[in-house]
């Protein structure tokens, strides 16, 4: 009697074992792993940013970044249907990945010495220039015309800090959360002018409610370099981004995204960047 049920006990413990294999012996449940082969992996992009990152009325994504992401991620393992794009906005990027409420950033996020200090980068990716969108009857041709005007950006943004620091230093700054509540502004006449990276103002001008309400001034005030943030100190994520992105250049997948995504607002983009070659 004894025998049975040490037998009884025996046969239910391998079971138990090859159920538990079976669930997640292969760590799949890890969805920042980046390894390839887990459930998700989470991906952090702006969601306000036509052309670049949006997320669409439908739930869907669309944009340069959301294209780039997906390449990347495909030569990681994952599937489309296997990305969970989560918004990060600027001001908390370093934040999320420090967290690790993602596994990578995909968010035109610039490549700076201070964020290289909590982050590190894979990329660039894509060669933006700051400038500034006006109204298409404003008198502002020059950043330094911005002195005494309000200029607006959004909080957590080097781009602002570089007009008041470098040519306008008595431009009223107005930081706002998201560039959408930037546009708004600009539209109502609240703020005078709009700064970021020439990229993300294109997306906005083309827009169809903004069509002939708004222009670039045309000003290469800084180069951004837009890189792929990882967590610090995760160099085997860095390597692995880096040759997807390689890929993507010259597949020539990277040339068909800056078409799908920047051809309609007529955006004269640079040509790809060399992987690891910062422009200053």
């Known amino acids: 009697m004894k025998l049975r049920k040490a ?3 025996a046969a239910a413990a391998i079971v138990l074992s090859i159920t538990a294999t079976a669930c997640g012996g292969d760590g799949g449940g890890d969805s ?5 082969g887990g459930d998700k992996i989470k991906i952090g992009i702006k969601y306000d940013q036509p052309g670049l990152g949006l997320k669409e009325p439908d739930g869907t ?23 969970e794009f989560v918004e990060t906005k600027s001001a908390d990027r370093e934040n999320a990945l420090a967290r690790g409420d993602v596994k ?58 570089n007009v008041r620091k470098d040519f306008a230093p008595k431009a009223n700054l107005k930081e706002n959360p998201t560039y ?10 609240t703020v005078d002018a709009l700064t970021t ?6 997306g906005y001008a083309a827009q169809e409610q903004y069509k002939g309400k708004f222009k670039l001034a045309g000003l290469k005030l800084s180069n951004e370099n837009y890189g792929i943030g990882v967590k610090k100190g ?5 390597n692995k981004v880096n040759a997807a992105l390689e890929k993507m250049v010259s597949s020539k997948a990277w040339d068909k995204a ?17 992987i690891g070659v910062i422009v200053k």
């Open 7 to 9: 037998s009884a006990a």
């Open 32 to 36: 920042n792993s980046g390894s390839g």
């Open 61 to 83: 994504f669309s944009g340069f970044d959301v294209d780039v992401a997906t390449y990347v991620a495909k030569e990681l393992g994952y599937e489309p249907d296997q990305i």
């Open 104 to 161: 990578l950033i995909a968010a035109t996020y610039s490549i700076t010495d201070e964020r290289k200090q909590k982050v590190d980068f894979a990329g660039p990716y894509l060669l933006a220039h700051q400038d500034l969108l006006v109204k298409t009857d404003s008198d502002i041709t020059e950043a330094t015309d911005l002195n005494g005007k309000n200029l607006c950006s959004v909080v957590g943004s080097t781009s602002a800090q």
């Open 180 to 189: 959408s509540e930037c546009i708004s502004s600009l539209q109502s006449g």
């Open 197 to 202: 990276d020439d990229s993300i103002l294109a």
């Open 234 to 238: 995760d160099t085997e994520t860095v």
């Open 258 to 274: 800056v078409a799908d995504n920047f051809g309609p607002a007529n955006y004269k983009n640079e040509p790809a960047p060399k």
